[in-house]
């Protein structure tokens, strides 16, 4: 199977990558369901990069409805190391603007109804989380927008990022309470990645495209979907020349990351008290630590 270090998960108005060359489509199946589509595999900068629409081509499955786990163990299993993950999202500060790129460096979970780990069923283990986002890939991730001329917008480095259940967006309530919590931007996708990128040991960091402002603000109620479709285009464009220079960058000098030996710690289950399903079931994740 052919392999590819460098993932990228193409979120609202991102469903493929124009800069790939060499294309081929893989279908996976994993022990946890089908991915959301067919990974779309390529070169882009001399570097082999795993393409995932997170919504599948065409738009049709919820928040609540992507198999997130399978999403990231397909990407496991062709051997992605960093994912870059790319997701359209409201703004909770008057500083981040419509069409501005935030890389945040924390999440807070409001999600309820969606699996957020590979483990259980006899195997335990507990990863350190404080810190959800790779500093070194977000830190590439963040050079490379800098070094691009992209003048309608602002980067905001960090910043929480709110991840809501969906697929209704939040009341005023809730917008204004996640303001007082310092909040930045609010989504309802990238929590569960990021831990599951974790618990997988690939390094991930989020590309979070401002496509309007959360309802707390008062030109809010004058946004239309006209508007909101046209900044998801702008920001899709955005966000292909953003990650095809860190795909450049990863390629020409790979970081190091924390989330590489996330396991080495976490797995409490002694070896011989794992059920033979669970073991083979999580294998491709926990092999080299049993």
């Known amino acids: 199977m052919v392999e590819a270090k460098i993932g990228i998960i193409g979120g609202s108005g991102l469903y493929k990558m124009d800069a790939l060359k060499d294309v081929q489509e893989i279908k996976l199946s994993t022990p946890f369901g089908d991915p959301s589509d067919v990974l779309i595999v390529g070169e882009i900068e001399g570097a082999t990069v795993a393409f995932l629409a997170r919504h599948g081509r065409g738009h049709h ?13 397909a990407m496991k299993q062709l051997g992605v190391e960093y994912i870059i993950s790319a997701s359209a999202v409201g703004s909770l500060k008057e500083e981040a603007r419509p069409l501005d790129m935030v890389i945040p460096d924390q999440f807070i979970d409001r999600t309820k109804n969606r699996e957020s780990t590979f483990f259980g069923e006899g195997l335990v283990a507990h990863i350190a989380f404080g ?3 790779c500093p070194n890939l977000a830190s590439v991730l963040a050079n490379a927008v800098e070094s691009l ?6 980067l905001h480095r960090g910043g929480t990022y709110v991840c809501m259940e969906g697929p209704a967006f939040s009341t005023k309530a809730e917008s204004y309470l996640y303001r007082s919590w310092g909040a930045t931007v609010i989504g309802m996708t990238n929590l569960t990645e990021a831990k599951l990128a974790r618990e997988a040991e690939i390094a991930y960091a989020t590309l979070a495209l401002v496509t309007d402002y959360d309802c707390w603000h008062d030109d809010h109620d004058s946004v239309t979907v006209e508007m909101i479709i046209d900044n998801l285009q702008k920001n899709a464009i955005n966000a292909q020349l953003v990650i095809k220079e860190t795909v450049k960058r990863l390629n020409a000098k790979p970081p190091e990351s924390m989330a590489h030996s996330a396991l080495k710690y976490a797995i409490l289950t002694p070896p011989d008290k794992i059920p033979a399903a669970t073991k083979e079931k999580l294998a491709l994740l926990t092999k080299k630590y049993f």
């Open 61 to 73: 499955l919820l928040p609540s409805e992507l198999p997130f786990c399978a999403n990231i163990h």
């Open 131 to 133: 810190d959800p986002v």
């Open 149 to 154: 001329d992209l003048s309608e917008l602002n």
